[in-house]
């Protein structure tokens, strides 16, 4: 079921990932990337990051079909490299409704396993209302 109404405050579950080869390799292939410029044991994009954070707010909220991703902010602290594990932190900031649907802003922080900030996100999504 959808959880469009989930208020604000609301903290999702964190969900931890390895950036392991598939991981990343899935990620290259989907966006086109030029493999030779990601090799394992080198730097992981900082938009596999942002996209994992993505898959924890949508995964965390069940959005309905005709949800609209509008806006998207991400601040950047550090770099990871292939191998390593990290953690994503995602809550729902604000939500308002609107006339046919329901605006949602959503924020989501990646850490490495010590708890050390790497990457942070701020987006907005609108979700259709009953009759969108």
Not at 19 to 34: A, C, Q
Request: hydrophobic share 40%; charged share 20%; proline share 7%.
């Amino acid at each position: 079921m959808p959880n469009v109404e989930t208020p604000a405050g609301n903290e999702l579950d964190q969900v931890r990932y390895t950036l392991d080869r598939d991981l990343i390799s899935d990620y290259l292939s989907v966006v086109g990337s030029e493999p030779a410029l990601y090799q394992p044991g080198d730097l992981v994009p900082p938009t596999a990051m942002a996209a994992l954070g993505m898959r924890t707010l949508l995964d965390g909220l069940g959005l309905p079909a005709g949800a609209v991703h509008a806006a998207q902010e991400l601040t950047m602290h550090r770099t990871v490299t292939w191998g390593q594990s990290i953690v994503c932190s995602a809550r729902v900031a604000q939500t308002s409704q609107r006339k046919d649907g329901r605006f949602l802003v959503l924020e989501f922080e990646i850490a490495g396993e010590d708890g050390s900030p790497i990457l942070e996100g701020r987006t907005i999504v609108i979700a259709p209302g009953q009759n969108g």
